[in-house]
């Protein structure tokens, strides 16, 4: 089941026939074990907490047609939300419980009611201050890496290696977008002391009220934690595609220290024997070149001499 959770992610994420789920951004979630709404897009850009898609064609819904264009986003998704049909549905659920508890118990389920909202902010402020962390270390490492970078490699990588570089930009910006739009001021829709000033009972409105705010907040914190719990992904994806396109980069400036060990000498091959003449030092500093350092092959060019005389002279 990991595998295929792991291969519809990937499978999710990809700029061209990505398969998404209307229901939710990723389609491994488990909230979508029992439904789905699937769709084979042709072009899905990625950009933070939006999907922007172009010619969704939806699989196994005979009754929706082909979605031309159309933008996702994370945090207006329904799932964060409680529809007015629902509140009122709440409402009335939650009193008619109210009216059936003893005073005792009214106060203690309130009581429990406000340690339950305390722990949902608690859960807003902890995922802030894991947005903010990763906001430092984004603000603080991403331009001592693009001032630590030789851009001027980038046109020596082949092109599976610019592909590389490529997912490496994208991967970025996600990861900058996410931290950076979850940073946007969302207000929360809580209850109105109006309600309860003009309430004849004001004991069960206010039970009510904490039940209320607590629905809300709950769905605040969890669209603040799935924040955080994308950011962790686009993190690891970033390490990931850095470390390959790193490694592959550190080969090229291997490999081009390597080539500048290169030598090329030009000497007079009658002249070689006189102590003082330019060729002799050339040639003396050919043969220590080749008895300290190892090479691959010595390439000999010459006219008006002997091969032979040359294979004597480098035995």
Not at 30 to 44: A, F, G, P, Q, R
Not at 74 to 102: A, C, G, P, W
Request: glycine share 0%.
């Amino acid at each position: 089941m990991w595998f295929v959770n792991l291969l519809f992610n990937i499978w999710t994420y990809l700029p061209f026939l990505a398969i998404t789920d209307e229901l939710v951004f990723s389609v491994s979630e488990k909230e979508i074990e029992k439904s789905h709404k699937y769709y084979l897009s042709l072009i899905n850009i990625l950009f933070g907490e939006k999907k922007i898609q172009f010619v969704s064609v939806p699989i196994f819904q005979s009754d929706k047609k082909v979605i031309i264009f159309r933008v996702i986003q994370f945090s207006q998704m329904d799932r964060f939300k409680i529809s007015e049909d629902k509140v009122k549905q709440l409402e009335n659920d939650y009193k008619q419980h109210y009216d059936t508890l003893s005073e005792n118990d009214k106060t203690i389920e309130k009581e429990e009611l406000l340690r339950h909202l305390e722990e949902q902010e608690s859960r807003i402020e902890t995922s802030f201050n894991k947005i903010n962390a990763f906001t430092t270390i984004i603000v603080a490492v991403i331009p001592i890496l693009i001032t630590l970078f030789d851009w001027s490699k980038l046109g020596t990588i082949d092109t599976v290696n610019k592909i590389v570089f490529a997912v490496l930009i994208y991967a970025n910006i996600n990861l900058c977008a996410w931290v950076f739009q979850a940073n946007n001021v969302r207000g929360i829709e809580k209850s109105a002391f109006r309600d309860l000033k003009n309430s004849k009972e004001k004991s069960k409105e206010q039970n009510w009220q904490i039940y209320f705010d607590w629905q809300q907040i709950m769905k605040k914190a969890d669209m603040y934690v799935s924040f955080v719990m994308y950011i962790k992904t686009w993190v690891l994806i970033v390490i990931f595609v850095s470390i390959i396109f790193f490694a592959v980069v550190q080969n090229i400036r291997k490999t081009d220290n390597e080539s500048m060990n290169d030598r090329v000498y030009t000497v007079e091959t009658n002249l070689i024997e006189k102590t003082y003449d330019e060729s002799a030092i050339r040639w003396n500093r050919l043969l220590a070149e080749l008895q300290e350092n190892e090479y691959k092959r010595v390439l000999v060019l010459y006219n008006d001499t002997d091969i032979i005389d040359i294979r004597e002279k480098l035995e």
